[in-house]
């Protein structure tokens, strides 16, 4: 059975940093791209930050030089480092894992944690 739970979210003041996590488990986790996605009230969810299997990483908008996506595969886990926080990164953040084997795609994902950023 495969999991990805998601932990780290919270209330902050704008400006401030918080640090998620997501733990993995049932999947060959070093085979799998990571993602870090997020979803404010009555908006789509959009992506955040990427991490793939080999290392590199991507970052989106208002994300660049200011987040920052790692993993440990030791741990199984991935996370975002959040740093100056603003009201509008508050939304529910979901951790993603999406591998392709030939035409086939393995694709998950967690079940989110709040982040609220106060102004």
């Known amino acids: 059975q495969v999991q990805l739970v998601e932990s780290g979210g919270g209330l902050v003041q704008a400006g401030g940093s918080l640090r998620l996590s997501c733990a993995a488990s049932?999947?060959?986790?070093?085979?799998?791209?990571m993602g870090w996605y997020r979803q404010a009230p009555g908006k789509q969810r959009e992506l955040v930050a990427v991490?793939?299997?080999?290392?590199?990483?991507y970052y989106v908008g208002s994300a660049k030089g200011r987040f920052t996506v790692s993993r440990d595969n030791a741990k199984n886990t991935t996370y975002l480092q959040m740093n100056s926080l603003k009201p509008e990164d508050t939304a529910v953040y979901y951790c993603?894992?999406?591998?392709?084997?030939?035409?086939?795609?393995?694709?998950?994902w967690g079940q989110g944690t709040q982040v609220t950023v106060s102004s």
């Open positions: 993603n894992a999406v591998r392709t084997v030939l035409a086939y795609k393995y694709d998950y």
């Open positions: 991490i793939n299997s080999v290392g590199s990483t």
């Open positions: 049932g999947i060959a986790f070093r085979t799998y791209d």
